[in-house]
């Protein structure tokens, strides 16, 4: 029985230090919601950019991929179109004036695919201990 418990403890030990071994190229939002990991990315232009990742998390080239964004107020929202602009999707448009604004992103492995949805804020504040955006905290701790 002792040894079936530190089996299952380092194992999940491994699977947590393999989660945590891949990051962002841009230090930009991780979702894992996808068959690659993708990443979510604000410019200084203020776009979002969009990159899928290898397993390795190496920038791969879209193929096909279908992303769309609705950000702001839930009454009147912002709906963003995106482009692929070389190795990643950018928004066409700028994102919306403000701090902490809620987001809805979907991404489609295909036009007419299920989408993967995510939902978070789009909050700009620098998280004090990994100096990313709140947005896209690597930390393991809640703000």
Do not use: W
Not at 9 to 38: C, D, F, H, V, Y
Not at 102 to 125: C, D, H, S
Request: charged residues 25%; glycine residues 6%; contains cysteine.
């Amino acid at each position: 029985m002792k040894t079936k418990i530190v089996a299952l403890i380092l194992a999940s030990l491994s699977i947590g230090n393999a989660a945590e071994a891949l990051k962002t190229p841009n230090r930009g939002r991780l979702i894992n919601a996808m068959e690659s990991p993708t990443e979510f990315l604000v410019n200084p232009e203020k776009k979002i950019e969009i990159r899928f990742l290898d397993k390795a998390g190496k920038v791969i080239a879209p193929a096909g991929q279908v992303v769309t964004v609705s950000m702001g107020d839930r009454s009147n929202p912002t709906k963003l179109t995106f482009k692929q602009d070389g190795d990643k999707i950018v928004s066409e448009q700028t994102i919306a004036v403000g701090d902490n604004l809620p987001l809805v992103l979907q991404i489609r492995a295909k036009e007419g695919a299920k989408a993967v949805t995510q939902k978070f804020n789009l909050n700009f504040a620098i998280c004090p201990t990994c100096k990313n955006p709140e947005y896209a905290c690597s930390c393991d701790h809640h703000h």
